[in-house]
């Protein structure tokens, strides 16, 4: 089993910064990692998710937040981010780190284990 935390959510104004935490119990260096988020009366999403350290770094980016998210890994702390820039009302949502021990994948169903979720709110 592995336990997800994550951090870092908040209220922002449009334009403003935040920086997502997502720290495992456990070293989930091999894992692939993604951040997913959910609105109000919507489906749960992926934006962003990065592979594993054994497989070069693969990085994913949902379109709406390319050039804005930067996902990024920190192995010596068991730890994923999400860089959030740029930050607009769309983004507003819950966010949910999720880890797969079998790669990454785009969908809710390719991932064993996820957060508890933190919720992200930006003003306009």
């Known amino acids: 089993q592995v336990q997800l935390v994550e951090s870092g959510g908040g209220l922002v104004q449009a334009g403003g910064s935040l920086r997502l935490s997502c720290t495992a119990g456990?070293?989930?260096?091999?894992?692939?990692t993604g951040w997913f988020r959910q609105a109000p009366g919507k489906e749960r999403e992926l934006v962003s998710s990065?592979?594993?350290?054994?497989?070069?770094?693969?990085?994913y980016y949902e379109d709406s937040v390319k050039g804005r998210f930067t996902i990024s890994r920190d192995n010596a702390k068991n730890t994923v981010y999400l860089q959030m820039n740029n930050l607009k009302p769309e983004d507003t949502a819950v966010y949910y780190c999720?880890?797969?021990?079998?790669?990454?994948?785009?969908?809710?169903?390719?991932?064993?284990?996820w957060g508890q979720g933190t919720q992200v709110t930006v003003s306009s």
């Open positions: 999720a880890a797969s021990n079998r790669g990454v994948g785009r969908t809710v169903g390719s991932y064993e284990y």
């Open positions: 456990r070293a989930t260096n091999s894992f692939g």
């Open positions: 990065i592979s594993g350290v054994w497989t070069a770094g693969y990085t």
